[in-house]
């Protein structure tokens, strides 16, 4: 069992005390943290309360302390997942071999390049949403908004302290750019494209944080696997506030396909617009296009990255443990690919498909939410269905990139493309109209017209607690 220090500067279980250069070196970390935290934090509402969890512990039961809490003044610690004992590694080359406790020097610039692609996607979806709070339609989705980005933030801590920890001068220096980078900055953005785009309004919002938040819960599952123990302890403890911001983005387009249906069957023509909601076609464009979008976040299809990840022991399958073989030779992938301009099928080597594969999880796990919002439109005797679209379309990373597929997956003329993808793609027109919806609602107890109340509030609280004290 770890040790839990709450009342230092850094709550932590990582014995900070006992280290003090480590303690040190964050400390001199944490101002420049706060100073980020303030310039690109969620603009306004810094001064507010804000009704926030605080993760205290790592135990299952009782990890989470809730309570009002101004953002600046959250409490951003470090806490890995207990230690699992004489712990080996579970796939690849190395496989049976200690798990490392240091970084190996032979895979440090390859771990670090990981850690760092990883932290940099955790300000950078602050920095994305920073506007939103503006906008939001509740007061319990504002909080919502405030918690999912507080956690984010510690997702930062959570890497700079590995860095810190086991790569030393090169790990300050990465830890300093990772507050240096700024989202959508043409001369120093963030590192991966989709972390670029400012999230302006809320339907984007809870379509990030159910397909992009996903992407990172995936990514971390394969980092939860790693031969490098500090590592796989760090993103196993992640895994259980990530599941929070998926459930904000889940049960977030669910409560507005809800709404939808509410407001069709309400209006003679059957038309949500006409009352003010959100039609289900500019549901299913912006699903389309944050599918695709994080999507990509896996990488190409075939990759001698992700193979070499893979037989050095560094990330692995999410839930490697429920493969019956762990080396992934002499196995095969079959991937449809274009050849001459029509899809085929190839067999690609499993390890070089290890993006893929993963990718595949991650598809089932949207499906399942995917069902989810369909229950409500069937409950609601409507006969549409939402669905993902095929993983070929719009993509822009991989063997499918910049290829005019069509939502289903069939390969059309770069003309044909042009003149439909308004039919699978917001349209300018589209955004617009989800724009005009943007408006805060911050009256206790009362929501936005677009979207549906929640079953239920947060920690037993009725939905019309002040989540945000405003005054
Ligand atoms: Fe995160
Ligand atoms: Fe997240």
């Known amino acids: 069992m770890s040790n ?57 039961e009782g990890w989470a302390h809730f309570d009002y809490v101004k953002m600046p003044d959250y409490r951003w610690g470090i806490f890995l997942a207990d230690a699992v004992g004489d712990r080996t590694i579970g796939f690849g080359d190395a496989m049976g071999k200690p798990a490392w406790q240091v970084v190996p020097g032979e895979h440090r610039n390859t771990l670090r390049r990981l850690i760092v692609t990883q932290g940099d996607t955790e300000p950078a979806s602050v920095e994305q949403q920073r506007r939103l709070g ?25 890497m700079v302290y590995l860095l810190h920890s086991q790569f030393g001068r090169d790990g300050r220096e990465e830890a300093e750019e990772l507050l240096e980078r700024r989202s ?6 963030r590192i991966l494209g989709a972390f670029n785009a400012p999230i302006d309004n ?3 919002f809870f379509m990030f944080t159910m397909f992009t938040d996903r992407d990172g819960k995936y990514q971390l599952l394969a980092l939860a696997e790693s031969g490098f123990d500090p590592l796989a302890r760090t993103t196993r403890f ?12 889940e049960s977030g387009v669910e409560r507005i396909v809800e709404r939808t249906a509410e407001l069709m069957k309400r209006d003679p023509n059957g038309d949500a ?32 990255n992700a193979a070499a990840y893979f037989a050095a022991g560094l990330k692995g399958r999410a839930f490697e443990d429920k493969y019956a073989e762990h080396t992934a030779l002499e196995q095969a992938y079959r ?3 274009v050849k001459e301009g029509a899809l085929g099928e190839e067999d690609v080597p499993l390890r070089n498909a290890m993006n893929e594969v993963l990718r595949d999880q991650y598809v089932l796990d949207c499906q399942r939410g995917v069902d989810r919002w369909n229950n409500r439109l069937a409950e609601a005797g409507l006969s549409e269905r939402l669905r993902l679209p095929s993983k070929r379309f719009h993509r822009h990373i991989g063997i499918y990139a910049e290829m005019p597929f069509d939502q289903d997956g069939a390969l059309l003329t770069k003309e044909e493309w042009e003149r439909r993808k308004g039919e699978w793609l917001p349209t300018e027109e589209n955004k617009a109209y989800v ?11 009362e929501i936005a017209n677009w979207i549906a109340r929640p079953a239920r509030g947060i920690k037993g609280l009725p939905f019309e607690h002040a989540y945000v004290r405003l005054d």
Do not use: C
């Open 202 to 204: 809320w339907l984007d």
């Open 184 to 189: 959508g900055n043409p001369d120093k953005p």
């Open 435 to 445: 724009r005009t919806l943007q408006k805060a609602v911050m009256q206790p107890g």
């Open 335 to 337: 991937m449809p690919v």
């Open 4 to 60: 839990v220090d709450l009342n230092a500067r850094i709550p932590n279980n990582v014995d900070l005390a006992q280290d003090k250069r480590l303690l040190r070196a964050l400390e001199q970390w944490l101002p420049n943290y706060l100073d980020w935290w303030k310039e690109m934090g969620p603009e306004g509402f810094q001064e507010k309360d804000v009704w926030l969890r605080t993760a205290i512990s790592v135990d299952a």
């Open 273 to 304: 617009r006409n009352q003010g909601g959100i039609p289900l076609d500019v549901i299913q464009k912006h699903l389309n296009l944050w599918f695709a979008l994080s999507l990509d976040l896996f990488g190409g299809e075939i990759s001698s």
């Open 238 to 249: 992640m895994l259980t506030e990530e599941a929070h911001h998926m459930f904000v983005g």
């Open 134 to 158: 503006h906008s939001a339609p509740s007061l319990y989705d504002m909080r919502n908004l405030f918690q999912v980005n507080v956690e984010e933030g510690r997702h930062l801590w959570a």
